[in-house]
């Protein structure tokens, strides 16, 4: 079994920076991917990104190229979310997700078979 746990969500000003954190506890190796998603209140959950088990594969949603980036440190199980230029419709509960495809940086949810809990990020204008 594989825990997920998010940290580092909060209210931040429009053009500031958040940075958030996911570390993986149980049965995991370093061969997984870790993705990104976010449910913004009224809408569907939308893929933001997602980088490899090597780390050497990212893929970002369009809506947020530029302004995030994924990275891991292996040695900690943790992904970080790295978020900057936040626009208020950035404002969503972000959830990091876990797929045992760990040579693809997929953007399908459906790859993902465990999830965290969440963690809010408001973005005020």
């Known amino acids: 079994q594989v825990q997920l746990a998010e940290s580092g969500g909060g209210l931040v000003q429009a053009g500031g920076s958040l940075r958030l954190s996911c570390t993986a506890s149980g049965r995991t190796s370093s061969s997984y991917t870790m993705g990104w998603f976010r449910r913004a209140p009224g809408k569907d959950r939308e893929f933001v990104g997602a980088?490899?088990?090597?780390?050497?594969?990212?893929n970002y949603a369009d809506s947020v190229k530029g302004r995030f980036t994924i990275s891991r440190d292996n040695a900690k199980r943790a992904a970080f979310l790295q978020m900057s230029s936040l626009k208020p419709e950035d404002t969503a509960i972000y959830y990091c997700?876990?797929?045992?495809?760990?040579?693809?940086?997929?953007?399908?949810?459906?790859?993902?078979?465990?999830w965290g809990q969440g963690t809010q990020v408001t973005v005020s204008s």
């Open positions: 980088i490899n088990g090597s780390g050497r594969d990212t």
């Open positions: 997700a876990l797929s045992l495809t760990g040579h693809i940086a997929t953007s399908l949810p459906e790859r993902y078979g465990y």
